[in-house]
């Protein structure tokens, strides 16, 4: 099963920002919503933003909102998260997921079939 492949986490001080991104290969996922999640250790994983496969919908978590913007590039079949205004409370690993053709973006993980391995992001304190 193809899988997105997560990249761009590392660590960060309080106040950073990162840009995650998520691609796959050829035209994978390019007519599925996407989203990303994350889990910090000892918690439930929980949604952080989703898109949908035209990128002009998307949703936010509200500990997110005014931080953290998602977006995708169509043509390079990436999607991207730019996380600004970083907290430690936002240290965790983050996946992106994708849903069946067609679905609309969504924050209920089990609307997404497909999640990458995830990458780590740490924000120091």
């Known amino acids: 099963q193809v899988q997105p492949v997560e990249s761009g986490g590392g660590l960060v001080q309080n106040g950073g920002s990162l840009r995650l991104s998520c691609s796959a290969p050829?035209?994978?996922?390019?007519?599925?919503?996407m989203g990303w999640f994350r889990q910090a250790p000892g918690k439930e994983r929980e949604c952080v933003a989703a898109i949908s496969w035209s990128g002009y919908v998307t949703e936010y978590a509200d500990s997110v909102k005014g931080r953290f913007t998602i977006s995708r590039d169509v043509a390079k079949n990436t999607v991207f998260l730019q996380m600004t205004s970083l907290i430690p409370e936002d240290t965790a690993v983050y996946s992106c997921?994708?849903?069946?053709?067609?679905?609309?973006?969504?924050?209920?993980?089990?609307?997404?079939?497909?999640w990458g391995q995830g990458t780590q992001v740490t924000v120091s304190s």
């Open positions: 050829g035209r994978m996922f390019s007519d599925s919503a």
């Open positions: 997921a994708a849903t069946l053709p067609g679905r609309g973006p969504s924050c209920w993980s089990y609307d997404y079939s497909s």
